[in-house]
Nanobody, 132 residues
Framework: QLQLVESGGGSVQPGGSLRLSCAAS????????IGWFRQAPGKEREGVSC????????YYVGSVKGRFTISKHNSENTVYLEMNGLKPEDTGVYYC?????????????????????????WGKGTLVTVSS
């Protein structure tokens, strides 16, 4: 069974840090691109960061550049998202997804809505709340 499981969410004050994990089972991440997406209450799901697992190229949406770092650990079959300097607008449910690398340009450069591309390998999400 192909599965992605996120963990590491929580509640922090502005300026705080969290490290999210996306662990894959039933398949090897090496053949996919991995993206982190988030969905705030009442808003559409949006791309945050991606990594090409073939060459480790990383991508970030402008609002998180310099604060978030995505990385992969092949031996653990896991992708991480280190989030520093968290802001209230970072609040939301964070999901990871595995997808064909051919979608990297659309999802991780243009940051098109993932809902347009029928991605079918998602985790169930982990909640991040940034509030004072």
């Amino acid at each position: 069974q192909l599965q992605l499981v996120e963990s590491g969410g929580g509640s922090v004050q502005p300026g705080g840090s969290l490290r999210l994990s996306c662990a894959a089972s039933g398949f090897t991440l090496n053949y996919y691109a991995i993206g982190w997406f988030r969905q705030a209450p009442g808003k559409e799901r949006e791309g945050v960061s991606c990594i090409s697992t073939s060459d480790s190229t990383t991508y970030y949406v402008g609002s998180v550049k310099g604060r978030f770092t995505i990385s992969k650990h092949n031996s653990e079959n896991t992708v991480y998202l280190e989030m520093n300097g968290l802001k209230p607008e970072d609040t939301g449910v964070y999901y990871c997804a595995a997808f064909d690398p051919s979608l990297l340009s659309r999802l991780c450069v243009n940051f098109d809505s993932p809902g347009h591309y029928g991605l079918n390998l998602w985790g169930k999400g982990t909640l991040v709340t940034v509030s004072s």
